[in-house]
């Protein structure tokens, strides 16, 4: 059966499973998890396609400001400068973040193999 370890159900859990001891054990699974997702051949191809889609629409870009400043001249051409630096530096954090992104995983699912229920019925 399918239980979420709330305040309740670790009452009835704390002397097979402390709180301290299952925080480091979800710690160490994290890190686990998130190290064999890091060096997963899907997450790199991913963040290899990710990558090259955002550096071509950042290029894009560039290419569109280089044509509009072409045409423009005076206050409206120091203005489309401006904007476009704010565009070059946004595009330039979303590649660094698409390079090496912050992942956290948050979720862990455990599996508990026990003789004995600690749980009521009604504990659903």
């Known amino acids: 059966r399918d239980f979420n370890l709330n305040a309740e159900r670790w009452a009835a859990i704390v002397s097979h499973f402390t709180r301290a001891g299952w925080s480091k054990q979800?710690?160490?699974?994290?890190?686990?998890?998130?190290?064999?997702?890091?060096?997963?051949?899907?997450?790199?191809?991913?963040?290899?396609?990710?990558?090259?889609?955002?550096?071509?629409?950042?290029?894009?870009?560039?290419?569109?400001?280089?044509s509009r400043l072409a045409f423009l001249s005076g206050k409206h051409r120091a203005e489309e400068r401006e904007r476009s630096k704010v565009e070059a530096a946004v595009s330039a954090a979303l590649i660094a973040g698409i390079q090496k992104p912050d992942v956290r995983l948050d979720s862990v699912a455990a599996i508990f193999l026990a003789n004995w229920n600690p749980f009521t019925e009604t504990d659903e």
């Open 26 to 66: 979800v710690s160490a699974a994290r890190r686990t998890a998130e190290k064999l997702l890091r060096g997963s051949k899907e997450w790199a191809e991913r963040i290899a396609e990710r990558l090259s889609a955002a550096k071509r629409e950042a290029a894009e870009r560039e290419a569109q400001v280089a």
